[in-house]
């Protein structure tokens, strides 16, 4: 009798409803200190951010298959869809407290960050929306940046990002800021 109480209850369950448009908030971050590799080699740091995400029909992520065939190439040399995770470093100016895109900033090199070029692509989040519509939700780990004193950030500096996500249907997600962290010194 139990068992029958139970699947009675399993089957007034209903799948959550969530917008085929993905939704995204903030997990956390992290900047990783990544050791030399060899005896006098350059030690990496790496900034790694967790998202939430729900989506409604679950079309997240993309295959290599798919990065080669429209609307996700690489078209002309440019294409937002041949990526979907989005990320755009903001600098904390000192004198007046507020971020400002990385790209206003400038960095210590003239022609070391353009705007986009932290943004990556994960794969398929699950094979169970592959071919039926689903909602889904999670987290999601992206770590695109390593990078050496100096080379974009520098020590003493304050960053956060700001991240949005696409779906196979090039929905984009909300926009997220991240919390801020600062950049440890060597």
Same mark, same amino acid.
């Given at each position: 009798?139990?068992?029958?109480?139970?699947?009675?209850? !399993? &089957?007034?369950?209903?799948?959550?409803?969530?917008?085929?448009?993905?939704?995204? !908030?903030?997990?956390? /971050?992290?900047?990783?200190?990544?050791?030399? $590799?060899? +005896?006098?080699?350059?030690?990496?740091?790496?900034?790694?951010?967790?998202?939430?995400?729900?989506?409604?029909?679950?079309?997240?992520?993309?295959?290599?298959?798919?990065?080669?065939?429209?609307?996700?190439?690489?078209?002309?040399?440019?294409?937002?869809?041949?990526?979907?995770?989005?990320?755009?470093?903001?600098? $904390?100016?000192?004198?007046?407290?507020?971020?400002?895109?990385?790209?206003? #900033? @400038? #960095? =210590? !090199?003239?022609? #070391?960050?353009?705007? @986009?070029?932290?943004?990556?692509?994960?794969?398929?989040?699950?094979?169970?929306?592959? &071919?039926?519509?689903?909602?889904?939700?999670?987290?999601?780990?992206?770590? =695109?940046?390593?990078?050496?004193?100096?080379?974009?950030?520098?020590?003493?500096?304050?960053?956060?990002?700001?991240?949005? /996500? +696409?779906?196979?249907?090039?929905?984009?997600?909300?926009?997220?800021?991240?919390?801020?962290?600062? /950049?440890?010194?060597?």
């Amino acid at each position: 009798m139990g068992g029958g109480l139970a699947l009675g209850l !399993s &089957s007034c369950l209903k799948e959550p409803e969530y917008s085929t448009t993905p939704a995204i !908030s903030f997990n956390r /971050i992290e900047n990783i200190r990544i050791p030399a $590799k060899q +005896a006098g080699g350059q030690v990496l740091d790496s900034i790694r951010m967790t998202i939430n995400y729900q989506d409604g029909d679950g079309d997240l992520g993309l295959t290599s298959d798919e990065l080669k065939n429209p609307p996700y190439d690489f078209q002309n040399g440019t294409n937002r869809f041949n990526k979907n995770f989005f990320v755009e470093p903001y600098i $904390k100016n000192t004198r007046t407290g507020k971020y400002e895109p990385l790209t206003t #900033v @400038g #960095v =210590p !090199s003239p022609g #070391v960050y353009t705007a @986009g070029q932290y943004n990556g692509t994960f794969g398929h989040l699950t094979t169970d929306t592959d &071919s039926k519509a689903a909602p889904i939700k999670g987290t999601i780990t992206y770590a =695109p940046i390593a990078f050496g004193l100096g080379d974009v950030f520098v020590p003493g500096q304050t960053v956060r990002f700001q991240i949005s /996500i +696409a779906d196979r249907a090039l929905h984009v997600s909300n926009i997220i800021t991240t919390d801020s962290i600062i /950049i440890r010194p060597r």
